[in-house]
């Protein structure tokens, strides 16, 4: 063998060492690293944020971090924090990009810009974003911003009303404190919660499910359910905060229509029908509805007053009936909240 071929051998095989040496120096090992304020957690050849430094106040998440692609951000990750700005790139993220359970739970973040639109969200994801004003989208998925309102697409036929910022006015079908719901088959697990701006609420005919918490933690007046053109709606029990001063107004004519809105149906205003009135009910004393005391009290569309006693009530009927007194029926918005 020549010494020319034998030297040029050695140069490939160095050559050869020392890429296969820049890879294992430079591949990024599963542990936590920071940088520019934002903490990674890398495993798997992959990377989540955990969360952010105590001081920034705002941070930009990446498509990649060190060569691995950046996967979503974990739960819990900015709980309490006091970040008041994230940002994403204006670019595509992994298609698992996921946002984990109460990531943004009760920090100071008042704005999110660039959400990436194929974001995959839990249904607590973006709970707890009290200082929220404005949020913003990026991409091609089902995540859209429409008039300062996220809204998710699964189809033409399911349309969700995931989020309005708390801390911003709903910018359309809103008049004096009073929001009109409509263009939407579902309003999201705690879309409305914490909004400092809605006092009352009009749910038209297209909207087909009220999910948990979706309005809870406001201090709303009333809730009126337009005519549902013989349309069940389904109302999770914990979709408001209910209090001894908010009213809720259903399209109901007769006893029958009284009586089924406040019976174990899909939806689960039987768990608060203490505060249901039919449309057109302006009696401002303390007084229920009939159809929710089984058969000992008959329903009816006037309505039965009551006095406290108590954690029991007295209901003026035919003759005196007892019955447990819900708790929030003692108590009013800001004495249910500090609980």
Known sequence: MSKNVLLNLCLVFSLIVCAVAFSACGEL?????????VIYNVSNHSAQIAGATGDVAEITIPT??????VVGIQDDAFKNSNITKISFEQKEYDSFFTIGEQAFMNSQIKSIENLPANSNLNENSLEGLKNLETITTYGQGEFSVVNNALVQTKN???????????????????????YTVTGYTQIFDYALQYNKYITNVVICSDVMRIESYAFANI?????????????????DGTAFTAHKDLKIFIPATTDYEMSSWLSYSKNFIHGHNWLVHPVGCDNDRQH??????????????EGYSYS????????????????ALPDYMLKTYDEMVQE
């Open 156 to 178: 033409e036929n399911s349309k969700y009303l995931r989020l309005i910022p708390a801390s911003s006015q709903p910018q359309d079908n809103f008049v004096d404190g009073t």
């Open 64 to 69: 990649e971090y060190k060569g691995v692609k």
């Open 219 to 235: 201090n709303l007046s009333s809730i009126t359910f337009e005519d549902m053109d013989g349309k069940e709606v389904f109302v």
């Open 288 to 301: 229920c509805h009939g159809g929710r005391l089984g058969s000992t009290v008959p329903a009816s569309y």
């Open 308 to 323: 406290k006693n108590g954690n029991s009530a007295s209901i003026n009927a035919n003759y005196t009936y007892n019955t």
């Open 29 to 37: 090992k599963d542990g936590s690293y920071e940088e520019a304020g």
